[in-house]
């Protein structure tokens, strides 16, 4: 069985720091790209990042380019999302998805989506 | 930036169809792909590449898309479909979703 599980949200004051992690199973973890998606409260789907099995490939939101940063340990079968310099428009539930089909970052749809870990920034 | 357009909201009886479109430019030159979000819950893909339905997906859950408009169709709703449904597509190496549409199964 296929399973995504998010952690490392939390609350955060504006300006700083705070690392997602995604730790994945039941599946071949570095056959797949891996994304991150997040939907703010009472909102619409929003995607951030994406990453291709070899660490390759990467693609951000313009929303979050240059403070954002996505990786990957495929030894770990873990994805990660580190996100710098946070503003209170990120507030949001972060998903980690799978793409249905493929290694590399490219035209995708997503198969698997974990529960989401909760991102809140505020003073 | 590339923007997908759904409306905000559909009304269905049960029993009856629900169409729900997906407007952005040229999308049918695109894969469009859907998904049925239930409070509380994480996305599901009900539709990838237009049309195709993943395992486990029922029937009643179709899809299409040509010119600048992709439709999901869900034939003989029941009160189960009531839920938020977005699409995705991909554009200029980036994955857009729409704006989301709530069926409401009256």
């Known amino acids: 069985e296929v399973q995504l599980v998010e952690s490392g949200g939390g609350l955060v004051q504006p300006g700083r720091s705070l690392r997602l992690s995604c730790a994945a199973s039941?599946?071949?973890?570095?056959?797949?790209?891996m994304h991150w998606v997040r939907q703010a409260p009472g909102k619409g789907l929003e995607w951030v990042s994406g990453i291709s099995w070899n660490s390759g490939s990467i693609g951000y939101a313009d929303s979050v380019k240059g403070r954002f940063t996505i990786s990957r340990d495929n030894a770990k079968n873990s994805l990660y999302l580190q996100m710098n310099s946070l503003r209170a428009e990120d507030t949001a539930l972060y998903y980690c998805a799978k793409v249905r089909f493929g290694r590399d970052y490219g035209d995708a749809d997503f198969d698997y989506w974990g529960q989401g870990t909760l991102v809140t920034v505020s003073s | 930036s590339y923007e997908l357009t759904q409306p905000p909201s559909v009304s269905v009886s049960p029993g009856q169809t629900a169409s729900i479109t997906c407007s952005g430019d040229?999308?049918?030159?695109?894969?469009a792909c859907w998904y049925q979000q239930k409070p509380g819950q994480s996305p599901v893909l009900v539709i990838y590449?237009?049309?195709k339905r993943p395992s486990g997906i029922p029937e009643r859950f179709s899809g299409s898309n040509s010119g600048n408009t992709a439709t999901l169709t869900i034939s003989g709703t029941q009160a189960m479909d009531e839920a938020d449904y977005y699409c995705q597509a991909w554009d200029s190496s980036l994955y857009v979703f729409g704006t989301g549409t709530k069926v409401t199964v009256l």
């Open positions: 590449q237009d049309s």
């Open positions: 040229k999308l049918g030159d695109k894969y």
């Open positions: 039941g599946f071949t973890f570095d056959d797949y790209a």
